[in-house]
């Protein structure tokens, strides 16, 4: 006979609780407070900038006891009057090929965004133009145009002229070394002033024309004002290039910079300190226009924060006070303030 025996019935599972979880248990903030912080460490990143001062530490050591180097000729030639003379020159020939260049810039990136396909093509076909063809090869031949030009004229096209002048005359050196700088100028220009306006959304066309707004205050209100943020550093970046590049135009015998200083140097025979006086002075020009670029962008960031970042003059001042006895961070959260 067989006998059957149930399994135990399972008990039930009992119902998790409805209050609230427990809490964790309390930190001992004492203990906390006894563990020691310990930063961490970079051995290789010391080790990489140790060396790096050390190169730099050789460098400066060789500026001052290179005999090479000839500092008596750079002071000497330094604040000369030709080389004064020549800086002029050299800004001189900076500012009118900014204002050709971005003037024209501005018109081709005109052309570009338009909607005729000729205008498209002609300002396509200038950009490619002369960003293909070598800076240097661009002036000489500007130089040059009156052997293939000998008199300019006004009159009908493919017709006849009402008066003419002589090449020569009305196009000489300087002329032509500001005609080449601001047609190669213009080919860049136009891309930055064309990228700046196409990186702007759309919708703020899109919205300020529902808003009854004009096209051309749409452009100069709302547009321009967005794509400067992207159009100023690059457009900066190539203002500075112009103003090297303008020592490219010593093949045309105009006394820039560093024309004056080949001139000097090939006098003298003291290569290194006239090279020298060149390049120092190019290095102070481009920090003038590196700041006054950093203040520009400043000006037009307002639209993208309400408070701006403090200029590396505010910041200077403000360590400056802090390192005053009694006006540090220290000393604000012991007087029970805010640092």
Sequence with gaps: MTVSTAAPPTPPTPPPPSGPAPAPAALDLDELAGLRTVPARHPWRWAVGLAALVVLAQFA????????????????????????????????????????????????????????????????????????????????FWFNLSYLYKRF?????????????????????????????????AAFAAEIIRGGIVAVDAGQREAAAALGIPPWRQ???????????????????????????????????IGELFYQAQVIYGRTGRVVPLLMVATVWYVLLTTVLSIGQY????????????????????????FARGLRPGTGPAAARTSGGQP
């Design 219 to 253: 452009g100069l209100r709302i547009v321009l004002p967005q794509a400067m943020r992207g159009i100023l550093p690059a457009a900066a970046n190539e203002v500075v290039s112009l103003l090297k590049g303008t020592s490219v135009v010593y093949v045309m015998a």
């Design 153 to 185: 004229g006004i009159g009908i096209p493919f017709g006849p002229t009402f008066g003419d002048v002589e090449t020569v005359g009305v196009l000489g050196a300087l002329g032509a070394a500001v005609l080449g700088l601001g047609l190669h100028q």
């Design 61 to 140: 050591h060789g500026l001052a006891t290179n005999p090479g180097w000839d500092w008596a000729t750079f002071r000497l030639y330094f604040t000369a009057d030709t080389i004064l003379r020549a800086i002029g020159r050299t800004l001189e020939l900076t500012a009118y090929g900014t204002v050709l260049g971005f003037l024209l810039g501005a018109a081709v990136a005109a052309m570009r965004l338009s909607r005729s396909a000729i205008l498209r093509s002609i300002a396509w076909a200038y950009v490619w133009v002369f960003r293909s063809i070598p800076l240097i090869v661009q002036l000489v």
């Design 295 to 318: 203040y520009v962008e400043r000006r037009f960031a307002r639209g993208t924060r309400r408070t701006p970042p403090p200029t590396p003059w505010q910041r200077a001042r403000a």
